[in-house]
Each structure stands twice: as structure tokens, then as C-alpha cells.
């Protein structure tokens, strides 16, 4: 039978009103500005770090071949390395659209979610069932961006941890309420065990965590070994049609 948890990492004492709520509020905002930052920097590196060292390498092979006349051969690396410069504009193309689409302010969160999914599916094996019903409503830019990282963090880490073959992921807008609910058929977890010993960076929930309390919003997990994990988050808004 899954377990469940219901706001992991919450404190058991209240928390004093007005200054020190503001203070860890931010304290909440800075420690997620480090992460993303670490995350770029991590992209940088193996993302592109690596292909911009071995075009370098390549350049010498070239120039060298050149020294000694043997034009084919250095037409023919001269067209790889066009290759891998092409290939370095995607990936960074990717990083920035990562960082915040640009669909997102025309096309709607719904529409990004989609295609952010659809290139999911396509560079691993899995399945992503989505469904919705807020279209193009504008829920608000900090609540999208906000929305759109939390659903890309959780399917990341459905796909690094769960070993899942399906997800599926609802985000149903009901009477000024929105309800996001991610379930996977992955290997899943103990959550009573980790619920004394809530180690976030290991679940890779912290962000998620994090970035839900800023919107005011519940967390809740549901899950047990070889059971998947469903994950929902509850979130009160206002928002304009």
C-alpha cells in the first residue's frame, strides 16, 4: 500500500509573522537562484564545454593537414566541424529555451508544456500522457514560469530516478484552484522512511518544494517501492481570462 506524506520538510513549530517569514521567504528565493545557477553551469560544461574542446583539437588536426597539402582531408574535417558547431547552436538553443520560452508569453503555459514533453518522449523511452483544461488562460507570469520549472523539474526526475515507462501529468484549473498531479509507474520510494530523514537534494524535490511554498501552495507524495510515485501540488490563484 503507498504511503503517504503530506508537506515534506515542514517545520512542526509555527512560524513567527513579518520579518523572519519575509526573511526565509527570500532565504527560499536566493538558495533556488544557486541552484539554477549551478544547473547552467553544469549544462555549460557538459553540454557544450566538451564539444568546444574538441573543436579546438580539430582545428589543429586541420591546420596541419593543410600544412602538408592534404586538402581532401581537411575539406572533409572542415565539414565535421561544421557539424559540431551546428550541433553547439542547438544545444545552447535548448539551454536558452530552458531558461524561459519564449512561447510561453504567446502561446500559453499549456502549449509550452506540450512541447516540452513532446521533446521528452523524443530523447527517452518514455510515454507522457498530458491533459488540461487552462488553454490560454493567463494565470499570471510569475505563477507560468513558476508552474512550467515545477513540472520540468518533476519529469526530469521521473525520468533520471523512477525508471518509469509512463507519466502522466494533469493540471486541471477548478474554481480559482489550480491542481498539478504527476503519476509514474517508476520504481517509486518508501516515504514514511524518508519523511523523518527528508534528505531533498537526493529526491531531487527540493526545488519543487521550494518553488510551491512561494506560490503558497500544498505539496503532497504519494508512493512505495515498485509502486510509482504520484506526486500533487494544490495552488490558489487569481487569475486573469
Known sequence: MA??????????TGQAPGQR????????????????????SRDLHDETGQMVIGLGAL??????ELKTGNIEKALAL??????????IARRMKS??????????????LAAVLRE??????????????FNENIKYKKLGENVEITLYRIVQEAVYNV???????????????????LRLVIVDNGRGFDVEKHAGSYDPNKLGLRGIKERTDILKGSFFIES????????TITLPLDYTS
Request: with cysteine; net charge positive; hydrophobic share 40%.
Open 159 to 177: 525520468i533520471k530516478h523512477s525508471m518509469a515507462t509512463e507519466v502522466k501529468v494533469d493540471l486541471i484549473l477548478k474554481d480559482k484552484v
Open 3 to 12: 504511503k503517504k506524506y503530506r508537506d515534506l520538510n515542514k517545520k512542526q
Open 59 to 64: 582545428l589543429n588536426i586541420i591546420e596541419n
Open 78 to 87: 572542415i565539414d565535421e566541424q561544421r557539424q559540431m558547431v551546428q550541433e
Open 116 to 129: 516540452h514533453f513532446s521533446q521528452c518522449t523524443k530523447s527517452n523511452p518514455i510515454t507522457i500522457e
Open 224 to 231: 512505495a517501492p515498485e509502486k510509482g510515485t504520484k506526486l
Open 95 to 108: 539551454m536558452a529555451l530552458n531558461l524561459r520560452p519564449p512561447a510561453l508569453d504567446i502561446l500559453g
Open 21 to 40: 517569514a519575509e526573511k526565509e521567504f527570500f532565504i527560499k528565493v536566493l538558495l533556488m537562484q544557486e541552484e539554477e545557477k549551478k544547473r547552467i
